[in-house]
């Protein structure tokens, strides 16, 4: 704060961090951490009739609202930036029982943004568990013969949600063939053929992918394989 120019009006009494010592006009008291300027000159909160009002910090927008809210009285507090050339609003000073009826009232809105967030997390889990049978139904369509707990444990897999895997794809969402397909070949890439044992050796990726390209091609046909037989069987 460079002199004691009045800051701008913003509605309501305006205090101020001063940046130097200053000493109030009236009772001398100070040096002052918060001040009044009256008439060019500073004053203390309690010569201002303000010093029974508590400082909330900036930071916490809807408490700040409702602490205003809840004071008959009110002020808002400013300090100087002398690098950008302007005063800055540093909180505010509202009614120590405002304050505490603001607080029970956020704490209030926090309860019920828990509970709400209890209620869509169990909302997701349906919708999740949901989505994975539909992946591993289409899983077994596509491949008859694949295990049904397998087809599951694929399934979830690749579904989580927020992981950033196939099925959480838009193309995986809609269940389109080349996602499933997908999702199976890398489930038989790591459990049934030695493709993370390769990628631990030192053989670098496409190479490892190509050496056991045979055996997953295997898998897959004898899913399908096994499928057609098993309903030529039953007809």
């Not at 918060?34 to 303000?50: K, S, T």
């Not at 205003?68 to 002398?82: C, D, H, I, K």
């Not at 295990?147 to 579904?159: K, V």
């Not at 489930?187 to 496409?206: E, F, I, K, N, Q």
Request: charged share 30%; with cysteine.
């Amino acid at each position: 704060m460079t002199g004691l120019a009045t800051p701008p009006a913003r509605g309501g009494p305006l205090v101020v961090q001063p940046l130097r010592r200053r000493h109030c006009a009236e009772c001398r008291g100070g040096p002052l951490p918060l001040l009044v300027v009256e008439g060019g000159a500073p004053r203390c909160l309690d010569c201002a009739d303000l010093g029974h009002l508590v400082f909330l910090p900036r930071g916490d927008t809807a408490l700040t609202r409702r602490s205003r809210e809840e004071s008959a009285l009110s002020a808002v507090v400013v300090r100087f930036n002398r690098r950008k050339g302007r005063y800055e609003r540093q909180g505010v000073l509202v009614e120590e029982e405002g304050l505490a009826r603001a607080e029970e009232r956020c704490l209030a809105d926090a309860e019920a943004r828990r509970r709400r967030r209890v209620r869509d997390a169990r909302r997701r889990a349906v919708e999740d568990v949901r989505f994975a049978e539909a992946f591993a139904a289409e899983i077994r369509r596509l491949f008859p013969g694949c295990p049904d707990e397998r087809a599951r444990t694929i399934a979830s897999h690749a579904s989580v949600r927020g992981s950033g895997r196939v099925g959480r794809s838009a193309a995986g969402r809609a269940l389109s063939e080349g996602a499933v397909v997908s999702a199976v070949v890398a489930s038989v890439r790591h459990v049934d053929t030695p493709y993370d044992t390769l990628l631990m050796s030192g053989v670098a990726r496409h190479e490892a992918r190509r050496r056991i390209s045979g055996r997953v091609e295997a898998v897959l046909r004898g899913w399908r394989d096994l499928g057609t037989v098993l309903r030529e069987g039953a007809g």
